[in-house]
């Protein structure tokens, strides 16, 4: 292991350490004052960057992406996995994107994922979600919650016949 | 806290004692051996147990009640309750019943409730998740738990205009 | 997904709708601007809410409610119901209020929900926990949820004499 | 809801309940009697599938795939990127691959999944995570999951200084 | 970092490499066949070990240890703080031990971790939990975890008079 | 309830009583007026806790403590038993202090602790952290957290060797 830490600071090298350096004299360079630090910017983005902002804009038809993307972009291959996962996953299959962004959400209120509440309500709200189903997913969610926890608690052992379902 | 316990003996009365002595009684003679310890079965319920069975019986047309009920009735109070509030949340409403089973599912799989995912997942399926729908609620609710995190780590802000949805 | 959501449109109905616009043109005519965004105020609520709100305020004594409930106001339902359970759950029994307010607290904090861990905090406060009590409750749920992870991580199977106990 | 399920079928189409029914069949003819339920085994799997189990066979260097593929295989989709994110996530990069099993398994003791819990603790150790080593990352992780509810309880405002530091 | 490492494995040295195969010995000649792997038996405990479970077993006047502190026991030192931490949270203070305990129980069944229920129930049972307390610590903790949810998904601000109670 | 609280504070007794009033008039009192409530700071603490304060200072090598540790002095036996123990843990051992606060890091993401990701990430950077390795931090975690639940939802069960790796 000591031998493996060694090999990745060689492969880490003198260029990544100056990748580094230009990145974040690239984000103190920021054109956008009120732009919270470590965001990229486009017009501070790499080519690589800029082509998944390029393919988000025009997939989600909007002018510009929201700051999640901005923060990832700062390792440009987790920005570019994750938009190409979560293009795929949530993309019109067995289920449609509505229901997608209710499941999206309903998870990011049991983890309590502030930013990930926001983003998801909005974009639920964009797909088509109303006053009435949002109230909904809250209380299903809620109560999954709740039952979760008495299962937890009350220790049920699984019924023989769940045990045959997948 | 003897004396705490002493005290809330007091206050339960001895009543509640007695009706805990018969209820430990009741399960020790349970017909079939093999249900776990701690359930209470349909022939050994009180009347107020029994009628929420038999709602929950023909409410979903089933032959009998799953363990979790059977579990939630050794506090008749916490199982009415529950079950009243489980019927009202998941009848068809501005979401169908399919829709609500896979947001529970999904909840219930973020928290790592394993009777609740077996469950949850016989009653998705009986209200018509396909194996591509259980395909994609699984992918959602895994890519949700991801990107939770990484907006945890990279502490992003939240966008302005997220802040005006609700 | 937009036929879905058309679809759940006309499942909910008309009146849903209407209802909908209703309650928003009602929000944007709050009295109180520095009210946040979705709130219900008493003087804007309708008639059911209204109730539950009196129903609150008399029980807790309190002038006015608390945010909590003017979110949940916003679906009358899920609000009478929440508050009906948390009244049931909440009163003296087996177990003081103090002691209740604690153990929500706890799971509030294992949680990491803000808004709850203010809120009964306070409510704690005001059930008579002193700054000890406050302290160790801090410190058995600090020291819970680190032998939890213990626990799981050493994989440690559950002793015998602990599967018969309820 | 029925309608949304049949619905979605007509979208999936009749391929995809033809695929249900011969993966079920496939499943039931299993020559290995002591596999679980829902498993597809190398034998039985499809083009696709068997490109990514050999793919992850002669990465790991190992006879056979573990349950985890096993499941996954019944969505090909999620398969196929699952295992392409983990190779790419995991590979030697700034941090070689036994500091990466390490954190992996804090993760999952965290969220208490026991099989990536057992699966990844098996990992660790491959990768070199001696006796002490594995005390170290319990050690850790459980005074991380105390210290965070400590930092929710009392309410601990983030230092400016920290703030700057992303 | 790569010195680091090998500066650990230099203090870590070969006396600890054979303490490691000792105690792997010791584990496979323990004298008990169904005990479970990796629990440290008091016949074969080093002294220090011994110690520390002579303290549990004295304080809690218990004819052995149970599973956790077995398993705990494969890293003296964790074992020696975790057991001093815990004798020390857990004493009487300002709340009673079953106070304590049934917080300690709130939490277990909120984080799922079922070795700490049932080890929990146990405790709490031994000092002095009813069946009635049982079921509200259970309708207390699966309320709060309700509650938290929709505080979260409503995204609720905290009441300016609760900024102010800590 | 009342009552328990009343006994509660006779049992922690007029000294406790008295010392909670000290430590809400030195908070009133507190010599820097932008500092938030119920931070002891050093000049206001009492001199156990300062001795608390001045080894972690001197550990450290810091001009002051961070505001975790201020409000942790509200109980000072929490305060000495956290810093010791974290002082243990966090010490260079069989892993390096980088190692450990990536992992610690890597939880708190898991968490959702805002201030314990805030604290970690800095300290990490401290210990050597880069860029590029905080970015596979990120990565590996957000993975985790997805695989977990993947094998939740599949209900994955555990392989036969994994069983016996400990």
């Known amino acids: 292991m000591s031998q ?15 990748a580094d350096a230009q990145r974040r004299a690239i984000i103190s360079l920021s054109t956008d004052p009120s732009m919270p630090i470590s965001a990229i910017n486009y017009e501070d983005a790499s080519p690589e960057v800029r ?5 988000i804009k025009s997939s989600r038809n909007v002018p510009d992406v929201n700051n999640f993307w901005k923060y990832l972009a700062r390792d ?11 293009k795929e996953v949530m993309a019109p299959g067995a289920l449609d994107p509505l229901t ?6 309903a998870v990011s209120v049991t983890n309590g994922c502030g930013y990930c509440i926001a983003s998801h309500t909005a974009a639920a709200r ?5 006053d009435a189903m949002f109230g ?4 299903v969610t809620g109560m999954a919650n ?3 926890r008495l299962a937890n608690g009350y220790r049920v052992p699984v019924d023989k016949m769940f045990e045959e379902t997948r």
């Open 51 to 55: 082509a998944v902002f390029d393919d």
């Open 4 to 18: 493996n830490a060694a090999h990745s600071l060689t492969m880490a090298g003198p260029s990544a350490i100056q």
């Open 146 to 148: 709740e039952t979760n």
């Open 126 to 130: 964009k797909a088509g979600m109303t």
């Open 100 to 105: 997608k962004e209710m499941i999206y959400l």
């Open 76 to 86: 440009p291959a987790l920005l570019k996995r994750t938009w190409e996962s979560v």
């Open 136 to 139: 909904e997913v809250m209380a």
